[in-house]
């Protein structure tokens, strides 16, 4: 059972770097989110999508670009990095159905920029 | 909008205190009420969940009961142990699959 996979799992960056965040799930949920972890601040959503074709923004998207070409996988991707984005990503997915309300997340991504 | 609040942390016990872990909400509709646990160095576990109101989640000894009156979803344990050391984070749902999270405690349990 893999579930979620997030690569890689450590990055450090320059700024003004770019780089892609992947995350693939397995599940065949339809539900996909990007979250970002920092101290004191719990988990914030950047972006998520409902399906293949279809993304939107979450409470914290600005420097973050999305998209969702497979129910499978949901990159994230940073075009220009900055030091503010030195934090640890997480990818969830869920699934659609009634009961189907738990979210499973990947492993993390810690990344720096220097 | 949705928001949880979780009770200003960090929480240091000795092994067989009780715990508790206060947590409560705003939102709108009728959520589904979690606890998630993330052990050092890796990522989100599900730990319990309620559906609807008076419903009690339990797990490992973990309990929490979705308290619409008060708003509250508290996670307690009768007897922690040293591998309970973790953060754990209260999270309410939103539509498309969303989460809202508190702000996360961290519990340090020493033998």
């Known amino acids: 059972n893999a579930g979620v996979t997030q690569t890689p799992k450590f990055q450090v960056l320059k700024t003004g770097q770019s780089m892609t965040l992947q995350c693939a799930q397995d599940?065949?949920?339809?539900?996909m989110s990007w979250y970002r972890q920092d101290p004191g601040m719990g988990l914030r959503l950047i972006h998520y999508?409902?399906?293949?074709?279809?993304?939107d923004q979450g409470e914290v998207p600005n420097g973050y670009n999305v998209s969702r070409s497979t129910t499978e996988d949901f990159p994230l991707r940073l075009l220009s990095a900055a030091p503010s984005q030195t934090s640890v990503y997480f990818c969830?997915?869920?699934?659609?159905?009634?009961?189907?309300?738990?979210?499973?997340f990947g492993q993390g991504t810690r990344l720096t920029v220097v | 909008g949705n928001s949880v609040t979780q009770m200003e942390g960090p929480v240091t016990l000795s092994e067989e205190a009780f715990l508790t872990i206060n947590c409560t909400y705003t939102?709108?509709?009728?959520?589904?009420l979690f606890w998630y646990v993330q052990y050092p160095g890796e990522g989100l576990q599900l730990l319990l969940k309620?559906?609807?109101?008076?419903d009690k989640g339990s797990n490992k000894g973990f309990e929490a009961t979705y308290r619409k009156e008060t708003t509250s979803f508290h996670l307690e344990k009768g007897s922690v142990q040293v591998s309970d050391s973790a953060v754990y984070f209260c999270a309410l749902s939103g539509s498309y699959g969303k989460l809202t999270f508190g702000q996360g405690t961290i519990l340090t349990v020493h033998p």
């Open positions: 969830a997915s869920s699934g659609m159905g009634a009961g189907d309300t738990e979210a499973f």
């Open positions: 309620a559906t609807k109101a008076d």
């Open positions: 999508s409902v399906g293949a074709g279809i993304t």
């Open positions: 939102a709108t509709g009728y959520p589904s």
């Open positions: 599940m065949n949920h339809e539900y």
